[in-house]
């Protein structure tokens, strides 16, 4: 007894000690992907604080000095404002559409009999990853006249959403209890009420992860704004951005971090303060279905 006694307490020791190489393991591991992902961003940040000898001299150093005209030359010099105000009204009408949208379908697929139902879930499967082909894209905007307008731009981008985001809500909506919905279609309330006031409020986790995913693809996006936005007063922020960074880029590379910061700001904000709903909507909704 003695022996299978210290045998025991032995192997709960080996346990324990591979438990927690494994944890440490793991977190050597996140730790250096954490640095790889979070020191550019740094650098760029701390870049924008800098004048442009420091960053020729000490370019991994810290900034001597806050150097904040770098922001008001930049703001000035790459037209941030209107580039902001569109990339704002574009961002924010792709998130509202496709959420309404995406919720609406995800909802009748994972709820519904529908005929067809499975096949029509299929093609939006096959369309996630399905490239938009740009010159067909061009000739279709240009003929409904919404070439170098911001609805002409909107459109694309919601449905370039939409697959993606329809998969997420039909996962996220099919593992909702059909109890909570027939007690209260029961109750004298019809689907869409069922829905509006039962479904959606504990949707939350699915909603943040749709929005941040549809936001920072909208804010992010550079081709299609290239391609059909011609004037400079209708440039969103990346377009902006790039080319201020051709003209001043060479010289001027304190001004061109300062332009990246001001257009990452947004993107950051608007992911800590729905990261919490975000990783749910992934563990959960998005992931299982």
């Known amino acids: 007894m003695a022996q299978t006694s210290i045998g025991l307490r032995n192997l709960q020791l080996g346990l324990?000690?591979?438990?927690?190489?494994?944890?440490?393991?793991?977190?050597?591991?996140?730790?250096?992907?954490?640095?790889?992902?979070?020191?550019?961003?740094?650098?760029?940040?701390?870049?924008a604080f800098k004048t442009g000898?420091?960053?020729?001299?000490?370019?991994?150093?810290?900034?001597?000095?806050?150097?904040?005209?770098?922001?008001?030359?930049?703001?000035e010099f790459a037209s941030l404002g209107p580039a902001l105000r569109?990339?704002?009204?574009?961002?924010?009408?792709?998130?509202?559409?496709?959420?309404?949208?995406?919720?609406?379908?995800?909802?009748?697929?994972?709820r519904f009999r529908l005929r067809f139902s499975v096949a029509i879930f299929l093609l939006f499967i096959l369309t996630m990853q399905a490239p938009v082909p740009i010159i067909p894209l061009y000739v279709l905007i240009s003929k409904i006249g919404l070439v170098n307008?911001?609805?002409g731009l909107i459109l694309p981008t919601v449905a370039n959403g939409l697959p993606l985001s329809i998969f997420i809500f039909r996962a996220f909506f099919r593992q909702i209890p059909s109890e909570l919905i027939d007690?209260?279609?029961?109750?004298?309330?019809?689907?869409?009420g069922a829905f509006w006031r039962i479904v959606l409020p504990i949707s939350t986790p699915a909603i943040a992860t749709v929005g941040i995913l549809q936001f920072l693809g909208a804010w992010n996006d550079f081709f299609n704004p290239l391609?059909?936005?011609?004037?400079?007063?209708?440039r969103t922020?990346?377009?902006?951005?790039?080319?201020?960074?051709?003209?001043?880029?060479?010289?001027?590379?304190?001004q061109v971090f300062a332009a990246l910061s001001i257009g990452s700001l947004p993107m950051i904000i608007v992911y800590?303060?729905?990261q919490r709903w975000f990783v749910q909507g992934l563990t959960s909704g998005a992931v299982k279905g």
């Open 272 to 274: 800590l303060m729905l």
């Open 86 to 110: 569109n990339s704002l009204i574009v961002a924010s009408a792709t998130v509202f559409f496709v959420l309404v949208i995406a919720a609406l379908a995800g909802y009748a697929l994972a």
């Open 149 to 151: 307008t911001l609805p």
């Open 183 to 192: 007690a209260a279609v029961v109750d004298g309330t019809t689907r869409f």
């Open 16 to 47: 324990k000690a591979q438990d927690r190489l494994s944890s440490l393991l793991s977190h050597l591991i996140l730790l250096f992907f954490t640095v790889i992902v979070g020191y550019p961003v740094l650098w760029m940040f701390m870049g």
């Open 237 to 254: 922020l990346p377009v902006a951005i790039q080319s201020f960074s051709y003209t001043f880029g060479r010289t001027n590379w304190e």
């Open 53 to 75: 000898g420091e960053i020729m001299g000490d370019p991994w150093g810290l900034p001597k000095s806050l150097a904040l005209t770098n922001f008001s030359s930049a703001w």
């Open 227 to 234: 391609v059909l936005l011609h004037s400079a007063n209708m």
